[in-house]
């Protein structure tokens, strides 16, 4: 398919689309903790793949690491744009508050909580370390794939990775939270103990 994908054929594009858009939004609500920026990356994702096309490699293997190479790249150019938003806002005059009366399902409301859980764990790490945790343990790549993604050597990869464990194992054992019923687990144990993918040969 990189062949395809580099010559600019629109039938490639679709295929990639299809396979890969789900994962990209994914990994993308990961590092960006937001529905509506998550969307907007994986369309800027596509459109920068599309654009840049030329520069990826050839070869035989997935172009999945090239493309969440990108939408990484792009959730970190969001997540620098929400600053600068926000540091905007900061200085303006509060508005009067207006309750918000809209509904919401349950289902929608037990992914905010989920998102929030995660989103508290990420926060105490590194950039780095929460990019390589999404793309190895989430995303599904392996090593390899993962430093292909992110331009990096695998041993940085591996040493990212091993860092972010530690950090969330830590997490857990300062802020330990009770299991929830049905044998839910509600703390960030579940993260540290997700098993990564080994280097394919």
Not at 153 to 158: H, L, N, W
């Amino acid at each position: 398919m990189r062949g395809r994908l580099r010559a600019g054929e629109r039938e490639a594009f679709a295929e990639l689309y299809e396979q890969c858009a789900r994962i990209v939004y994914r990994h993308a609500l990961r590092l960006t903790g937001d529905w509506s920026t998550a969307e907007e990356v994986m369309s800027d994702t596509f459109l920068a793949a599309w654009r840049g096309r030329e520069r990826l490699s050839e070869g035989e293997g997935s172009p999945l690491p090239w493309l969440l190479g990108i939408a990484t790249h792009k959730c970190e150019n969001a997540r620098r744009g929400l600053r600068r938003r926000l540091a905007f806002l900061a200085r303006q005059p509060r508005p009067p508050v207006v309750a918000d009366f809209a509904p919401e399902t349950a289902g929608r409301i037990d992914d905010a909580r989920r998102l929030a859980v995660v989103q508290d764990a990420l926060g105490h790490l590194r950039r780095q370390e929460r990019e390589v945790l999404s793309l190895c343990v989430w995303s599904g790549l392996d090593y390899q794939q993962t430093a292909e993604a992110l331009g990096v050597p695998v041993g940085t990869v591996r040493s990212r990775l091993s860092r972010a464990r530690k950090k969330l194992a830590r997490l857990v054992e300062e802020k330990a939270e009770p299991r929830a019923g049905r044998g839910e687990v509600t703390s960030t144990a579940a993260l540290a103990a997700l098993p990564v993918r080994e280097e394919t040969t």
